[in-house]
C-alpha cells in the first residue's frame, strides 16, 4: 500500500519516539515537539528518564535509605505483633502517624482491631497521647482515633487534604475497609475526631486487602485512590479518580512498563513534598513461598510460625499521573538486613509518608519484625531528592537533557561530587548549538555538596533572557551525582 510523505514521516517519527521513551508525534507535531518539556520553574527530579534523552559514561543510580533508630515500639495492649499500615503525615509544624492496632492474629476487618495514633515534633521522638476516645482493653487511657468500626480499622490510611478551599470539617480524609463491602471514606477536622463521610462504600471494585491509600492531586486537580487488586493472581494496584472525594470514577489498572509482574503488597504511592507533580511509590515486595530462614531461626527469633516461610524488601517506583508507573529500578531500595528476624513473612514494609527531618534530610520509616514480639518502626534517612541521580565516574561522562522550557532567572541544582569531581553545565539550543556566553568553557565548575547551589557561568547567574525558550542543558561530569534541578 502506498504511504504518502507526511504518513511516512509520522510512521518514522512514531519508531524513534518508542525507541526514545518519547510519547507519539500528532499529526503536524515535529519529533522536537514531542520530546519538549514544559518545566516552569518547577523542581525535576533525576528518579526517572523523563528529562533525560542521553547519556555518555554516565548512569542514573538508586539510592538507598539508611537506616536509624527505631522509633516507635508496638507495646501497648491493644496494639501489639499484628500492628501495621502505618501512614506519618506532616501537619505543619506537628507529625502525626496513624496505625493498625492488633495483638492477636485474625481475620482481616476483625472487630477487635482499632487505629492508633502518635505525634512528634521532629519527626525523631514520638509519644501516643492518652485520648480518651474509645475504651479499648478495659481503659479510655489509649491513643486510640477509631474503634469500633470494622472493617475500616484494618487498613484506616488518613491523609492532609491539600485542596484549594477544603471545608475546615473536612481537612484531614481517610480511606478504610476491606473486599466486602468495599473502601470507605472518613473526614475529620484535627485528624484525631473522626466520622464516616457516608454510610455507602466510595469504591468496591477490588481486593482491598492492603494499606489502600488516597490524596489530592495538585497537577491531575482531583482526589486519587491507589489500591489492591489482584492481576491473574498476582497482587497489583489499581486506582480511581473523583472531583469531591464521594463519587469515585470507575478503577483502572495500573501499567508496569515491560518489566515482569511483582506481588506489590502495598503501594504507599505520595506526591513527592519538594515536586508534587511527581509521585514517589515505596512498595512493599512480596515473595510468597519464598523461605530464607528455617523454622527454627523463626522460632529463635520469635517470628510466628504462620509468619516465617516468605520474604519481602521495598523497591522503589515513579508516576507522573495516569494509569502507568515507571519502574526504572527493578533493584531493591531497602533489603531487609541482617538478622533473622527481617527475613520472615510481611516484614521490612514501608509506612507511607516520606518527611523532611533536616535541611539535607529526609525521612522514611519501615516496618520491623511483623508478627513477633519485638514489633517496632524503625526511622531510615535519605538525602533531600535523593532517591537517585545520574552518576559520573571518575573518569568523567555527561548527560544532555531533552529540549526543555523553563521560567525563571537562575539554575539551581542538587548535587554532589568528590574532592576532585565537578559538574559543569553547558546551555544549548533546542538543536545542541551551545548558547553564547553559557558554554562548556564559559562554565564556572560545581565543586562540593549542596542541596541548592545555584549554576553560574562566567558572565553570571542570569539566565533570564533563555526563559520561555527551548534550550538543553548539558552536564559534564566527573566523580558526581546529580539529583534534582530547578529553575528560580
Given at each position: 500500500?502506498?504511504?504518502?510523505?507526511?504518513?511516512?514521516?509520522?510512521?518514522?517519527?512514531?519508531?524513534?519516539?518508542?525507541?526514545?521513551?518519547?510519547?507519539?508525534?500528532?499529526p503536524g507535531q515535529t519529533a522536537q515537539e514531542a520530546a519538549m518539556r514544559?518545566?516552569?520553574?518547577?523542581?525535576?527530579?533525576?528518579?526517572?528518564?523523563?528529562?533525560?534523552?542521553?547519556?555518555?559514561?554516565?548512569?542514573?543510580?538508586?539510592?538507598?535509605?539508611?537506616?536509624?533508630?527505631?522509633?516507635?515500639?508496638?507495646?501497648?495492649?491493644?496494639?501489639?505483633?499484628?500492628?501495621?499500615?502505618?501512614?506519618?503525615?506532616?501537619?505543619?509544624?506537628?507529625?502525626?502517624?496513624?496505625?493498625?492496632?492488633?495483638?492477636?492474629?485474625?481475620?482481616?476487618?476483625?472487630?477487635?482491631?482499632?487505629?492508633?495514633?502518635?505525634?512528634?515534633?521532629?519527626?525523631?521522638?514520638?509519644?501516643?497521647?492518652?485520648?480518651?476516645?474509645?475504651?479499648?482493653?478495659?481503659?479510655?487511657?489509649?491513643?486510640?482515633?477509631?474503634?469500633?468500626?470494622?472493617?475500616?480499622?484494618?487498613?484506616?490510611?488518613?491523609?492532609?487534604?491539600?485542596?484549594?478551599?477544603?471545608?475546615?470539617?473536612?481537612?484531614?480524609?481517610?480511606?478504610?475497609?476491606?473486599?466486602?463491602?468495599?473502601?470507605?471514606?472518613?473526614?475529620?477536622?484535627?485528624?484525631?475526631?473522626?466520622?464516616?463521610?457516608?454510610?455507602?462504600?466510595?469504591?468496591?471494585?477490588?481486593?482491598?486487602?492492603?494499606?489502600?491509600?488516597?490524596?489530592?492531586?495538585?497537577?491531575?486537580?482531583?482526589?486519587?485512590?491507589?489500591f489492591r487488586v489482584f492481576v491473574r493472581g498476582v497482587r497489583s494496584i489499581?486506582?480511581?479518580?473523583?472531583?469531591?472525594?464521594?463519587?469515585?470514577?470507575?478503577?483502572?489498572?495500573?501499567?508496569?512498563?515491560?518489566?515482569?509482574?511483582?506481588?506489590?503488597?502495598?503501594?504507599?504511592?505520595?506526591?513527592?513534598?519538594?515536586?508534587?507533580?511527581?509521585?514517589?511509590?515505596?512498595?512493599?515486595?512480596?515473595?510468597?513461598?519464598?523461605?530464607?530462614?528455617?523454622?527454627?531461626?523463626?522460632?529463635?527469633?520469635?517470628?510466628?510460625?504462620?509468619?516465617?516461610?516468605?520474604?519481602?524488601?521495598?523497591?522503589?517506583?515513579?508516576?507522573?499521573?495516569?494509569?502507568?508507573?515507571?519502574?526504572?529500578?527493578?533493584?531493591?531500595?531497602?533489603?531487609?538486613?541482617?538478622?533473622?528476624?527481617?527475613?520472615?513473612?510481611?516484614?521490612?514494609?514501608?509506612?507511607?509518608?516520606?518527611?523532611?527531618?533536616?535541611?539535607?534530610?529526609?525521612?522514611?520509616?519501615?516496618?520491623?519484625?511483623y508478627a513477633q514480639a519485638s514489633a517496632c518502626l524503625q526511622r531510615y534517612?535519605?538525602?533531600?531528592?535523593?532517591?537517585?541521580?545520574?552518576?559520573?565516574?571518575?573518569?568523567?561522562?555527561?548527560?544532555?537533557?531533552?529540549?526543555?522550557?523553563?521560567?525563571?532567572?537562575?539554575?539551581?541544582?542538587?548535587?554532589?561530587?568528590?574532592?576532585?569531581?565537578?559538574?559543569?553545565?553547558?546551555?544549548?539550543?533546542?538543536?545542541?548549538?551551545?548558547?553564547?556566553?553559557?558554554?562548556?568553557?564559559?562554565?564556572?565548575?560545581?565543586?562540593?555538596?549542596?542541596?541548592?547551589?545555584?549554576?553560574?557561568?562566567?558572565?553570571?547567574?542570569?539566565?533570564?533572557?533563555?526563559?520561555?525558550?527551548?534550550?538543553?542543558?548539558?552536564?559534564?561530569?566527573?566523580?558526581?551525582?546529580?539529583?534534582?534541578?530547578?529553575?528560580?
Amino acid at each position: 500500500m502506498r504511504t504518502d510523505a507526511p504518513g511516512r514521516r509520522r510512521v518514522a517519527s512514531a519508531l524513534l519516539a518508542a525507541a526514545l521513551a518519547l510519547p507519539a508525534l500528532s499529526p503536524g507535531q515535529t519529533a522536537q515537539e514531542a520530546a519538549m518539556r514544559h518545566i516552569g520553574s518547577r523542581r525535576e527530579l533525576f528518579a526517572d528518564h523523563w528529562l533525560i534523552e542521553a547519556m555518555k559514561d554516565a548512569r542514573l543510580v538508586l539510592h538507598h535509605p539508611v537506616p536509624a533508630e527505631v522509633v516507635l515500639r508496638f507495646d501497648e495492649p491493644w496494639e501489639g505483633r499484628f500492628s501495621g499500615y502505618v501512614t506519618v503525615i506532616k501537619d505543619g509544624d506537628l507529625f502525626r502517624m496513624y496505625y493498625r492496632g492488633r495483638p492477636d492474629a485474625g481475620a482481616d476487618g476483625s472487630v477487635g482491631e482499632v487505629a492508633c495514633t502518635a505525634e512528634s515534633r521532629d519527626a525523631v521522638a514520638w509519644t501516643k497521647p492518652r485520648l480518651g476516645l474509645f475504651e479499648v482493653a478495659g481503659s479510655r487511657e489509649n491513643n486510640v482515633v477509631l474503634a469500633n468500626a470494622a472493617p475500616a480499622t484494618h487498613n484506616f490510611c488518613p491523609f492532609l487534604d491539600t485542596r484549594p478551599g477544603v471545608p475546615a470539617a473536612e481537612r484531614y480524609k481517610a480511606v478504610g475497609g476491606t473486599g466486602k463491602p468495599g473502601l470507605f471514606a472518613f473526614v475529620s477536622p484535627d485528624g484525631i475526631h473522626w466520622k464516616k463521610l457516608r454510610d455507602e462504600p466510595i469504591l468496591t471494585q477490588g481486593a482491598f486487602d492492603s494499606q489502600n491509600l488516597a490524596f489530592w492531586s495538585e497537577g491531575e486537580g482531583c482526589y486519587l485512590c491507589y489500591f489492591r487488586v489482584f492481576v491473574r493472581g498476582v497482587r497489583s494496584i489499581s486506582r480511581a479518580t473523583s472531583t469531591d472525594f464521594a463519587t469515585w470514577a470507575d478503577p483502572v489498572p495500573m501499567a508496569f512498563g515491560e518489566t515482569p509482574p511483582e506481588h506489590l503488597y502495598t503501594n504507599q504511592t505520595q506526591p513527592y513534598y519538594r515536586a508534587p507533580h511527581l509521585y514517589v511509590a515505596t512498595p512493599a515486595r512480596f515473595m510468597p513461598g519464598r523461605r530464607a530462614i528455617t523454622a527454627e531461626q523463626a522460632k529463635a527469633a520469635g517470628a510466628h510460625e504462620k509468619y516465617s516461610g516468605d520474604c519481602s524488601d521495598a523497591v522503589f517506583m515513579t508516576s507522573r499521573g495516569g494509569s502507568a508507573y515507571d519502574r526504572t529500578f527493578m533493584e531493591s531500595f531497602i533489603r531487609p538486613g541482617l538478622g533473622a528476624e527481617n527475613w520472615a513473612s510481611r516484614c521490612n514494609y514501608p509506612a507511607l509518608g516520606i518527611v523532611p527531618t533536616g535541611p539535607g534530610e529526609m525521612s522514611i520509616y519501615v516496618q520491623r519484625r511483623y508478627a513477633q514480639a519485638s514489633a517496632c518502626l524503625q526511622r531510615y534517612t535519605l538525602r533531600t531528592d535523593g532517591f537517585a541521580s545520574v552518576n559520573a565516574p571518575y573518569l568523567g561522562g555527561e548527560m544532555v537533557t531533552r529540549p526543555l522550557v523553563f521560567a525563571g532567572r537562575e539554575l539551581e541544582i542538587n548535587y554532589s561530587t568528590s574532592a576532585p569531581g565537578s559538574i559543569c553545565v553547558e546551555v544549548q539550543d533546542a538543536d545542541g548549538t551551545p548558547l553564547p556566553g553559557y558554554g562548556l568553557a564559559d562554565a564556572v565548575p560545581c565543586i562540593g555538596d549542596e542541596i541548592e547551589r545555584v549554576v553560574a557561568w562566567k558572565q553570571g547567574r542570569d539566565v533570564a533572557p533563555l526563559a520561555g525558550k527551548p534550550v538543553r542543558l548539558r552536564f559534564v561530569m566527573k566523580d558526581a551525582d546529580l539529583y534534582s534541578l530547578r529553575f528560580r
